[in-house]
């Protein structure tokens, strides 16, 4: 595609901290609200959620390494 726009840096790591935001806040409402600290349901919602986070928090924070040739 010509006329493809890349979103800046800035875009995708705010965007991350949000997803990394919204899975522990989903765990820390639900867990409070019905005192299931331990629910395996509600870890199977937040821990993807959250790891997506942590993933592009790590991507987008990583220096790129110049290829010599």
Same mark, same amino acid.
């Given at each position: 595609?010509?006329?493809?726009?890349?979103?800046? !840096?800035?875009? !995708?790591?705010?965007?991350?901290?949000?997803?990394?935001?919204? +899975?522990? +806040?989903?765990?820390?409402?639900?867990?409070?609200?019905?005192?299931?600290?331990?629910?395996?349901?509600?870890?199977?919602?937040?821990?993807?959620?959250?790891?997506?986070?942590?993933?592009?928090?790590?991507?987008?924070?990583? !220096?790129?390494?110049?290829?010599?040739?």
């Amino acid at each position: 595609m010509e006329n493809e726009v890349e979103l800046p !840096k800035i875009y !995708k790591l705010i965007f991350s901290f949000l997803v990394l935001i919204a +899975g522990i +806040g989903t765990y820390l409402f639900w867990a409070a609200s019905y005192d299931a600290w331990t629910d395996i349901g509600l870890y199977a919602v937040s821990v993807p959620v959250i790891g997506f986070g942590l993933a592009g928090i790590f991507l987008f924070t990583r !220096k790129e390494v110049e290829e010599e040739d």
